[in-house]
């Protein structure tokens, strides 16, 4: 047994994690995530896939996500629509806004303000992203294809017409970098594509098959692939599964070589987010010996401390085979 160690107050946050690795409790477990995330990063065979779920960008994690594509640490994400929705509404300019969980929700209705726990933003404002996300649809019919790929053209057409805006949509259309979207119905963006269906525009077909299927296939040429989930939810779930459909067809990988998890849901009420990876082993979802981390800590605090991190450590993604 190795000696527990004091945590060492200090100014860099690489270093506050390093020795927060070797304390106890989610501290630890913070610490360990740094470190199992930077030797996925160095590991020029492993393909590293990141869920989103949660309502992360209206809690000001767009910039986290953005550098993590920047620097290639994430290869492929899968995420829900709300965190793709909102995001856009970032780029275009429409803004979250400082508010309170306690409050008038009735008053906040009478003036156009919808709440996410302490954050606020105009309901007026999301309709006109509604009605962007409609028009571009009708730009691009007729259109069938992957979630993947229309995620894909909408951060081309977000760059062309509106270069002075920021997105993790737009960063990963620029690094190449596939969004998928497996429940896209589920938010905004599905909102928006009802509304060109309903102004005739029905030759817009997100292929939902399409995005399991493209999805299994990168994992099925992936030498090794490393997962890292923030929340659970259908995101964890449509990468998980992407072992059982490789093994169903013939193409068994074993299961994920690294897993890392950022959640507060816990085990014992048998749902998804909460879920362990040392479960998940007697699906086939990850290699029994692989290296993985449970962090039960609220992603709003683990993703920009373990982000800063692994920059303060300039971790820098080698050639992949």
């Known amino acids: 047994m190795k000696p527990r160690q004091p945590v060492i107050p200090t100014q860099n946050v690489a270093d506050l994690l390093k020795s927060m690795s070797a304390t106890g409790f989610q501290g630890r477990k913070l610490g360990e995530s740094v470190e199992l995330w930077s030797r996925m990063i160095h590991d020029e065979e492993c393909t590293i896939f990141f869920g989103l779920s949660g309502a992360m960008i209206p809690a000001g994690m767009q910039q986290c996500i953005i550098e993590l594509i920047r620097r290639r640490y994430v290869d492929v994400?899968?995420?829900?629509?709300?965190?793709?929705?909102?995001?856009?509404?970032?780029?275009?300019?429409?803004?979250?806004?400082?508010?309170?969980?306690?409050?008038?929700?009735?008053?906040?209705?009478?003036?156009?303000?919808?709440?996410?726990?302490?954050?606020?933003?105009?309901?007026?404002?999301?309709r006109d992203v509604d009605r962007f996300i409609a028009g571009f649809a009708q730009e691009i019919a007729p259109f069938k294809g992957s979630s993947r790929l229309f995620i894909e053209r909408l951060g081309e057409r977000l760059l062309k017409e509106y270069p002075g805006g920021t997105s993790f949509v737009t960063e990963a259309a620029k690094q190449k970098v596939p969004i998928f979207i497996p429940a896209l119905c589920d938010s905004s963006i599905g909102i928006g594509l009802v509304m060109a269906r309903r102004q005739g525009i029905e030759e817009v077909d997100i292929d939902q098959i399409a995005d399991t299927d493209e999805i299994a296939g990168l994992v099925e040429r992936a030498k090794r692939t490393g997962v890292i989930y923030i929340g659970g939810g259908v995101p964890k779930n449509f990468i998980q599964q992407t072992q059982v459909i490789a093994s169903i067809h013939e193409q068994y990988c074993g299961g994920h070589a690294y897993a890392i998890q950022f959640t507060t849901d816990a085990p014992h009420w048998g749902g998804l987010s909460g879920c362990t990876f040392e479960e998940a082993i007697s699906w086939g979802k990850e290699i029994p010996e692989s290296p993985r981390i449970q962090c039960f800590c609220d992603a709003t605090i683990a993703l920009p401390l373990v982000t800063s991190a692994l920059i303060a450590r300039n971790e820098v993604r080698g050639r992949r085979a």
Not at 83 to 106: P, Q, S
């Open 77 to 126: 994400i899968v995420s829900t629509g709300a965190n793709a929705f909102h995001d856009i509404c970032e780029h275009l300019g429409v803004r979250h806004y400082l508010g309170h969980h306690h409050v008038d929700d009735r008053s906040l209705l009478e003036q156009g303000i919808d709440r996410i726990y302490d954050v606020f933003a105009y309901e007026s404002q999301f």
